[in-house]
């Protein structure tokens, strides 16, 4: 299966990004304390041994209450919203199995009522508060294996569990083994299952797991060379071929296994090359691969006999449109399926019958869907396609799809969970600096113009060719209830608007994310929405580039500023080839060691080496101690130096109504949870904080006051 995730599965564990993760599922800070310079006084982060948060001593009062307020509101939404459709589903050959909090259950689909059977605990696992990861049954369902983790770490653990027809209320079976260390998993048949193994945030080497009857052996099957190079296992559609994807920021290839055949040494597809990246899906003997050798490098699909894979051996079926993105591809039988985005986000399925490709159909899904999600497929393949729609404030709804019929069933859709009317998703389009028309998308209540006094949240990513993240989110969907504006911009360097989008915005052309940004919301400004006064921007990871730059470039655009996990030291990190990411992100950033030129495009955007002595927006800044994908160094280092500056333009500036004394906190974290907190609880307290910052920043909280007395 080459679905939305998959495409981009191997940079996860690379790049400074991905989404929050809630749960449905170089440094050490001293005892001490450390001391920080806000609002031209000084104040104590003191960190409790016992406890997992940070202690703001003289700021707390200020944000406390609304933090608790805020907490409430949003266990009620999440509690709102707990029972619509996911992908922690998956369909055996006679049970379903689902992932609850303590592990997981399964369902005799043979039954017309059937008990749940719980079939793995996660207190048999060992010491920790674990949680799921990945789920795979093997091809008779004989055999179980998943991967878990715990908070704080990077590594997963494999557990193996043997099934059988057992009585649901018999205890859960101990598990068969488990293995440290383990990124992916695939099973070729009942007793051989291949998996990834991974060290630190680097993954090179693939093992063939054989359970025999006198006990189980591990063997290496592949091992990667390349440092930059991040290997991992899949399996095809059809599960006949068990993928071995080795990719790099800048090319990829791919060896195959044979399901029926797994003790063979694998083949090699296509070697890689540079520039070349594809991803690989089988049926009925042939190659399905999605590959950016399409007009203008762009994806398209070919096909090649599965035995002679190479290159000089691929003809074209299918090249989507000018302007059209491919965002997934799902090969189901005797159908491509694609998902593709259009020029100005929406999405749409391209249909393309494989034995006559010239007739291929569109669908256009619904207008206010943001975000697609591909289910896996179960041990059968129905040759139904079965996704979730959502946007950031559209809970996720389920849809089924026969190609064969060219039938879009809704599957799942209840009345709680639908979207009033009357919140609207707006399309609209920036003029950049160069020309270029940049996507913005716009959720909102009130019609576009009378916007002007609503509080405005603005979202960036822009890295990686990574789609900025729209999946649907409780929090934003609080905020939207609450009368604000939410605006998401595609810039370059994101994925939005095909490969070549990301390309324009990497390397000597990071700089064209920061004037897409500052355009986006200089054009909301323009049609009336909102105003600086009321306007906050967000972002997390490599995002935070883009907002650290904006802050240096064009402060006055905006009031406050919330990061997570933020990157904000560009140039020191990547002059440091001993950090564990460095080497393999020299394609996104550029080698300023060895290339004088890319050194100076980057210091020339740097947020930590640009600071300058001005007005700054509030800025409220999470970071985790021992997040090894941003060194915690860097963050504080931006954060000293953005203090020294305020402090310096107060020295020589009074503090005005409109120009109030910015503040700028460092929230710092236990941990290495560069995704945001595993936990619910901490996870749902660090939203509380973030959002009862804004409306402090903003002033929402006076204004409300201020319109009670009235």
């Known amino acids: 299966m080459c679905s939305m995730t998959s495409l981009h599965s191997w940079l996860s564990p690379l790049i400074r990004g991905g989404k929050f993760n809630q749960v449905w599922s170089l440094f050490t800070c001293k005892p001490r304390g450390l001391i920080y310079l806000t609002d031209t006084r000084r104040f104590t982060i003191v960190k409790d041994p016992s406890s997992s948060t940070v202690e703001f001593n003289s700021r707390n009062k200020k944000y406390r209450s609304l933090e608790r307020s805020f907490k409430r509101r949003l266990r009620a939404i999440y509690q709102r919203f707990s029972g619509g459709p996911d992908n922690t589903t998956i369909q055996g050959l006679n049970h379903v199995y689902f992932m609850e909090g303590d592990g997981i259950y399964r369902m005799d689909t043979r039954q017309g009522d059937p008990e749940p059977e719980k079939v793995l605990c996660l207190d048999s696992v060992g010491k920790g508060d674990w949680s799921l990861q990945r789920l795979r049954l093997s091809p008779s369902e004989h055999a179980l294996a998943a991967t878990v983790k715990t908070p704080h770490r990077e590594e997963a653990r494999c557990v193996l569990v043997k099934l059988g027809d057992r009585e649901p209320t018999l205890d859960p079976p101990q598990p068969l083994l488990t293995i440290d260390k383990v990124f992916s998993i695939e099973w070729a048949t009942d007793d051989i299952l291949f998996y990834s193994s991974q060290q630190k945030l680097q993954c090179h080497h693939v093992f063939r797991l054989d359970l025999t009857a006198t006990g189980t052996r591990s063997t290496l099957v592949y091992q990667e060379q390349q440092p930059d190079v991040f290997v991992e296992v899949s399996l095809s559609r059809d599960r006949r071929l068990v993928l071995v994807n080795c990719s790099s920021k800048r090319s990829s ?29 089988h049926s009925h003997g042939q190659l399905y691969i999605l590959a950016n050798t399409g007009p203008g490098q762009e994806y398209q699909v070919l096909r090649a006999p599965l035995s002679s894979p190479s290159i ?10 000018p302007g059209t993105a491919v965002k997934d591809m799902e090969v189901l039988q005797d159908h491509c399926v694609l998902a593709t985005k259009d020029p100005l986000g929406l999405l749409a399925l391209q249909v393309v019958p494989l034995s006559q490709p010239a007739t291929t159909s569109t669908l256009q899904l619904p207008p206010w869907a943001c975000a697609i999600e591909t289910k896996r497929a179960g041990l059968t393949d129905s040759g139904w396609l079965e996704f979730l729609l959502s946007s950031p404030v559209h809970p996720p709804v389920l849809y089924r799809y026969s190609p064969r019929e060219y039938r879009l069933l ?58 900025l ?28 608007r095909g490969l070549g989008w990301h390309r324009q915005g990497r390397m000597e052309g990071k700089p064209r994310g920061v004037e897409d940004l500052a355009a986006c919301i200089q054009r909301l400004y323009d ?27 064009h402060p006055h655009l905006i009031r406050a500023v919330t990061l997570q996990a933020p990157f904000l030291d560009v140039l020191g990190t990547m002059q440091e080839p001993s950090l564990p990411l460095t080497l393999e992100e020299r394609g996104e950033w550029g080698d300023p060691l060895s290339d004088s030129c890319q050194r ?21 800044l999470t970071a985790y101690i021992e997040d090894n994908r941003v060194p915690v160094a860097g963050v504080h280092k931006y954060e000293e130096r953005l203090q020294e500056a305020i402090h310096s333009h107060l020295n020589g500036h009074p503090v005005s109504e409109s120009e109030p004394t910015p503040s700028v906190i460092l929230d710092l974290q236990p941990g290495a949870d560069h995704f945001g907190p595993g936990d619910f609880e901490l996870s749902l307290t660090e939203s509380a904080r973030q959002l009862a910052f804004l409306h402090t920043e903003l002033g929402l909280n006076q204004q409300k006051t201020k319109n009670r007395r009235k």
């Open 600 to 620: 100076d495009t980057i210091a020339s955007y740097c947020p930590c080496h640009n600071i300058t002595p001005q007005h700054y927006p509030s800025m409220l």
């Open 469 to 496: 993240n729209m999946d649907f989110s409780p929090d934003r969907r609080l905020l939207l209830e609450d009368g604000w504006a939410l605006a998401y911009c595609h810039v370059r360097g994101g994925g939005e």
């Open 253 to 281: 290839e791919v060896w195959v296994i044979d399901s029926a055949k797994p003790l063979m040494e694998p083949t090699l597809v296509q070697a890689r090359l540079p520039e070349l990246l594809y991803h690989v899906e």
């Open 410 to 467: 809704l599957q799942e859709d209840t009345e709680e969970h639908r979207t009033p009317q009357e919140y609207q998703t707006t399309r609209l389009e920036a003029p950049s600096q160069d020309g270029t028309m940049v996507p913005l998308t716009l959720f909102h209540r009130p019609m576009l113009e009378k916007l002007r006094g609503a509080p405005l949240l603005v979202h960036v990513y822009g890295a990686y060719g990574m789609d």
């Open 312 to 321: 000089k051996h691929w003809v074209p079926v299918c090249s989507p449109g």
């Open 527 to 553: 049609l009336g929405v909102s105003r600086p006064s009321l306007t906050a921007l967000t972002a997390r990871s490599a995002g935070a580039v883009l907002v650290g730059a904006l802050c240096n470039l």
